[in-house]
């Protein structure tokens, strides 16, 4: 099996699984009960959260654990939202967002919020200046996504956070489920104030994620209860969950230390054999994204046919984001890049771990050039 759908959902670690099973079988005391098996409980994730915090070159204080990059999103952004409504209702972010960014954006539109959705270059790159001029008197939270998760395109995180220093009453919110092992980002030296995490991504078990709130930022609740997560996110933690969370991080950013090369080399040798596929567009930047997502598109054939095609050998891609694959609508975007229609209807995703091969990439390509001929043939 040549797995390249890894932006959709990794495989997890065996070890992580095992550090599940473990925990929720010999730990599982509710962290708040006052008995000894609540305090080993309540001990596993204090451990938790000091080494994530740690690995992320923060605070302890300043980590949340949630469930999934989605929850992160919302309650960074409605957080912000809610509770800072008097300093302002202006928030900017891109045009590229993940859904749970852009359609909680929406729904703070119906409550009376204005939002700006800034426009992205034909690599899915904002303009600085633009984000400059989009700021107004009441803009009170800046978010914008680190790795879009279907062109790959990286933001100059780093540039926007000097820019938002000259306005400390604007929150800067990153989305950073798709970077998380792959982009380094550092959160201070980035002037990052809020930064969601999404465990699934990297080789975790779904259900598991982290919010960044940086000390000081105050985030009203969405979920009212008894006040667990420093009274941000109320509810009976994971400790399972969080525990083999932990540890897949550690395991993913040693391997990212050792591999992150390798990934760019599979990732050329991808680019340049879909180059010499006929009737192929690549629409991934080489240089401007992330090392683990190559899209392209397949001219005149619908992209569920070839990812049906390449599931008869073994090989598993994707259309676009997970939670709009199964949508049978151009990319938005693609569309937002100035790709243009043709291109955002059939593109396909390919999306790598750190535990591909250039092997696999080879066969991956083998497969697709005996397959797209026959296809446009047929097609007409």
Same mark, same amino acid.
């Given at each position: 099996m040549i797995y390249f759908d890894n932006s959709a959902t990794t495989k997890p670690y065996k070890d992580v699984v095992e550090a599940y099973g473990k925990v929720a079988i010999e730990y599982f005391g509710n962290p708040s009960?006052?008995?000894?098996?609540?305090?080993?409980?309540?001990? &596993?994730?204090? #451990?938790?959260?000091?080494?994530? !915090?740690?690995?992320?070159?923060?605070?302890?204080?300043?980590?949340?654990?949630?469930?999934?990059?989605?929850?992160?999103?919302?309650?960074?952004?409605?957080?912000v939202a809610i509770g800072h409504k008097k300093r302002g209702k202006h928030i900017i972010t891109t045009s590229i967002e993940h859904p749970s960014v852009s359609e909680a954006c929406k729904q703070l539109e119906v409550l009376g919020y204005r939002v700006t959705y800034l426009p992205v270059d034909k690599n899915g790159i904002i303009n600085i200046e633009q984000l400059r001029e989009a700021i107004q008197t009441d803009t009170i939270l800046v978010s914008i996504i680190h790795v879009n998760n279907e062109l790959g395109s990286v933001q100059p995180i780093k540039e926007i956070g000097q820019l938002l220093k000259n306005y400390p009453k604007i929150f800067f919110h990153v989305d950073h489920v798709q970077?998380?092992?792959?982009?380094?980002?550092?959160?201070?030296?980035?002037?990052?104030?809020?930064?969601?995490?999404?465990?699934?991504?990297?080789?975790?078990?779904?259900?598991?994620?982290?919010?960044? /709130?940086?000390?000081?930022?105050? &985030?009203?609740p969405l979920l009212s209860g008894g006040g667990q997560e420093m009274n941000v996110r109320s509810g009976t933690e994971n400790i399972a969950g969080i525990v083999s969370m932990t540890k897949a991080l550690r395991i993913n950013l040693d391997k990212a230390k050792e591999r992150t090369q390798f990934l760019i080399k599979i990732k050329e040798k991808l680019i340049a054999g879909l180059n010499q596929i006929s009737g192929v567009i690549v629409n991934?930047? &080489?240089?401007?994204? !992330?090392?683990? %997502?190559?899209?392209?598109?397949?001219?005149?054939?619908k992209p569920e046919v070839i990812i049906h095609s390449l599931s008869k050998h073994n %090989?598993?891609?994707?259309?676009?984001? !997970?939670?709009?694959?199964?949508?049978? #609508?151009?990319?938005?975007?693609?569309?937002?890049?100035g790709l243009g229609e043709e291109r955002a209807k059939s593109a396909i995703? /390919?999306?790598?771990?750190?535990?591909?091969?250039?092997?696999?990439?080879?066969?991956?390509?083998? !497969?697709?050039?005996?397959?797209?001929?026959?296809? #446009?043939n047929v097609m007409g």
């Open positions: 009960s006052i008995h000894s098996l609540g305090s080993e409980a309540e001990k &596993l994730l204090t #451990q938790s959260r000091l080494l994530t !915090a740690s690995m992320l070159g923060v605070k302890q204080t300043e980590i949340i654990f949630t469930s999934s990059g989605t929850e992160g999103n919302n309650l960074a952004i409605k957080g970077g998380i092992g792959k982009v380094p980002l550092n959160m201070k030296e980035c002037g990052v104030d809020l930064c969601s995490i999404s465990g699934h991504k990297f080789h975790a078990l779904r259900g598991t994620g982290i919010l960044f /709130v940086r000390e000081g930022v105050k &985030l009203a991934t930047s &080489l240089t401007n994204s !992330a090392p683990h %997502i190559i899209n392209f598109s397949v001219l005149k054939v %090989i598993y891609v994707s259309t676009r984001s !997970a939670c709009s694959s199964k949508l049978a #609508q151009p990319s938005k975007v693609l569309l937002a890049a995703r /390919v999306s790598l771990s750190f535990d591909n091969t250039l092997e696999e990439a080879d066969e991956f390509l083998k !497969a697709l050039d005996e397959i797209v001929p026959k296809l #446009q």
